[in-house]
């Protein structure tokens, strides 16, 4: 993908340099490989989702990329230096599923921490303001609810003036007010020429936000490209039909160019890689097929079908 020509808001250098880049970067915990040979570019300017069942590797490699973790082997660079002194120079905001918050501090006495810590902070007020926690500034952070909690996360990440944000599932437990705002600030900075990478279980999230889906699975990348990319290259689209009378599923899982196959009741859904042949052979069945419904994937199903071809391209290697 061609890296927009943003100029970002800082004093640094052009930046036509890339933002973040793995190199071959692999990260294990005992048997378990978190991050596997992981190589990608991020570029000034782009949104960038990270997607991945649970246990792919998101938050793994989000921590190597803050610094959090040493990978075991390959290289990691951010705004071509290491994590650490990109966080140093300010340049890098984070916003993490948990921990972190400290105790018996009020929300107004945390920001107000983070902002003298950061090299380029924004005023309080503004902070507490644009994360809509102005009216709780004096309450104590463990006294919280879990959305008002996760503001004060988003707070925390953006009180300063960051090249490149990350975000660890950032809206979970928001309502929906607080995740429109929380995306309509992000793409404010965006639109200055900062740098956005959330990982999300929130998969039209990642459609509406996203100008570029990352797909993690079992540590490596299986998928990188826009949404629609991703869309067109799980290929499949999805038949639904009705049928009467007892359902032979042997018979329909043995139809052509099967992605997947789920009955429920008199429903029969059906992921195809082509999608006339296997509609062809129902009828081939000798069966009659009611409210026949053809569609594209949306991303979620997309999402599914590259994961589950991935999950079977690996029991097949073993
Ligand atoms: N500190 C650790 N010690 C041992 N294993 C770990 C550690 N951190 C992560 N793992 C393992 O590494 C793998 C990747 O975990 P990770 O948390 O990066 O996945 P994730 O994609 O963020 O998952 P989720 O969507 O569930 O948050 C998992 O199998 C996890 O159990």
């Known amino acids: 993908m061609t890296a927009p020509a943003v100029q970002t808001a800082t004093d640094g250098p052009a930046t036509g340099e890339p933002v973040v880049g793995f190199s071959g970067v692999n990260k294990s915990f005992g048997p378990v490989h978190a991050v596997a040979d992981l190589t990608l570019t991020l570029h000034p300017g782009e949104t960038v989702a990270l997607l991945g069942p649970n246990g792919a590797g998101k938050s793994s490699a989000l921590d190597l990329l ?14 071509g230096t290491t994590p650490a002194q990109a966080i140093a120079q300010g340049r890098v905001g984070a ?27 924004y ?22 609810s879990g959305g008002q909690e996760q503001r004060v996360r988003f707070a925390l990440a953006t009180a300063g ?60 990348l299986i998928a990188d490209g826009t949404a629609a990319e991703i869309k067109a290259r799980a290929g499949a689209r999805r038949i639904t ?14 139809l052509p160019h099967l992605v997947g196959v789920e009955v429920s009741g008199a429903t029969v859904r059906i992921r195809s890689d082509d999608a006339d042949a296997t509609v062809h052979a129902v009828y081939g069945l000798g069966l009659y097929p009611r409210n026949l419904e053809v569609a594209g994937l949306g991303l979620e ?18």
């Open 161 to 220: 003036d960051n090249d490149l944000i990350v975000l660890d599932e950032p809206t979970v437990g928001m309502d929906v007010t607080a995740r429109q705002a929380f995306w309509a600030t992000m793409r404010r900075r965006v639109d200055e020429g900062r740098t956005v990478l959330f990982a999300t279980h929130y998969l039209e999230e990642a459609d509406a936000i996203a100008d570029r889906v990352l797909v993690l699975h079992r540590g490596r």
């Open 95 to 121: 916003m993490l599923q948990s921990g972190g918050l400290m105790e018996d501090v009020t929300v107004r006495e945390i920001i107000s921490l983070a902002c003298a810590l950061h090299p380029r902070a």
């Open 123 to 144: 005023p309080v007020d503004e902070v507490l303001a644009t994360a809509d926690i102005t009216d709780i500034g004096d309450r104590k952070v463990n006294k919280l």
């Open 301 to 318: 199903q997309a999402f599914l079908a590259i994961t589950d071809a991935a999950s079977a391209e690996e029991e097949e290697e073993r």
């Open 241 to 254: 039909f009705d049928l009467q009378g007892e359902i032979d599923e042997p018979a329909l899982r043995a």
């Open 66 to 79: 803050l610094g959090l973790r040493n990978p075991d082997s390959g290289s990691i660079k951010v705004f």
